[in-house]
């Protein structure tokens, strides 16, 4: 009997002093990335998004955007297939992604639904303070190189041809006259932007997406970190890296302004939200999918100290009686 409260005490105490490093063995929040999802093919359907088998996005139709979701930093399995076809059809895209920690991405569903890829962005998340930070991306399939400058002035970003996506550029926070216009022979007016209000504080990308004959926009807007002007040069990325550079983001939201087919060149402005548009796009982490929250650490850790705790003293109780007998 001795022998036996003898092993049993030597077991409840190694578990008790090893019970926190197993059960706390989760991400923390300095080991997760934040990814966003962008349907962008203008003729491609309804799309399901998979991370390393888990369902991730569902009924992601074109021009919903997800608000950025938890993804752990390292090499992961993205898979796409239109909506409520896993199992049934091969996925139209199937493709290795890795992120780094304290990072931020948009992957973009691109071109038509022939060609359908996947366009992996890194995303800044710092600007210097009272300003405001754009970009600007062409993802319109077969479209020409696009200009987007003031109306009838110059060009703040140049010859945007299909797929590429300009580096960020800072401005002063106010309301501009912009269009997206032709960039070779006599400029052609694509997208009128005009009464585009930029915020202080905030970081823009600024899709082209649809067709040649009916171009729209999406801009999906972040509120970032602030920083000092003088580090403001260190926030800069290349326009067609894949994934490589940024910070995690407080928060996101997105809107989009289309151009009607009247000869008046009328433009209408929506919210392209999560909550208003697309039900069915997540703006938390689901439990399936992308390593979970952070919260879901700190209970681990919670729970696994807990157990520690009980079992040491269950094992300083069976000590006690084994030598008092």
């Given amino acids: 009997m001795k022998k036996f409260l003898m092993s049993l005490a030597a ?39 998979y991370v390393d088998g888990n369902v991730v996005v569902e009924g992601a139709g074109f021009k919903s955007a997800t608000d950025y979701m938890e993804l752990s930093a390292g090499e992961h399995m993205v898979e796409i297939y239109a909506a409520g076809t896993m199992g049934e059809q091969d996925p139209v895209i199937s493709t290795n992604l890795t992120v780094e920690a304290g990072m931020a991405y948009t992957l973009a569903t691109i071109n ?59 401005v002063e926070e106010g309301t501009y006259d912009l269009e997206i216009r032709t960039n070779s022979g006599t400029p052609t007016q694509l997208i009128d932007l005009s009464g585009t209000m930029l915020e202080s504080g905030k970081v823009y990308s600024a899709f082209a997406v649809g067709t040649v004959a009916n171009p729209e926009v999406i801009i999906l807007e972040n509120t970032v970190a602030i920083t000092n002007s003088n580090d403001s040069d260190t ?91």
């Fill in 11 to 49: 077991i409840v105490l190694v578990v008790g002093m090893f019970a926190p490093v197993t059960f706390a063995d989760d991400h923390s929040e300095g080991d997760m990335a934040m990814v966003r999802v962008l349907h962008a093919s203008p003729d491609a359907p309804a799309v399901d998004v």
């Fill in 112 to 170: 038509n639904v022939d060609n359908l890829e996947l366009k992996a962005l890194q995303d800044e998340m710092t600007v210097s303070e009272g300003m405001a930070k754009v970009r600007v991306g062409n993802l319109i399939p077969n479209a020409p190189a696009v200009d987007v400058a003031m109306v009838e002035g110059d060009a703040l970003f140049s010859g945007a041809e299909f797929s590429m996506v300009t580096d960020y550029n800072e």
């Fill in 235 to 325: 926030s800069k990325s290349g326009s067609d890296s894949d994934t490589n550079e940024s910070e995690t983001s407080d928060s996101e939201s997105s809107s989009d302004k289309s151009k009607s087919d009247s000869d008046d060149s009328d433009t209408t402005n929506s919210d392209t939200t999560d909550s208003e548009e697309d039900d069915s796009m997540p703006s938390s982490m689901p439990e399936t999918g992308f390593g979970g929250t952070a919260d879901s650490g700190n209970n681990a850790l919670l729970y696994a100290s807990i157990l520690g705790v009980i079992a040491m003293g269950v094992g300083f109780v069976l000590f006690r009686r084994r030598s008092e007998a």
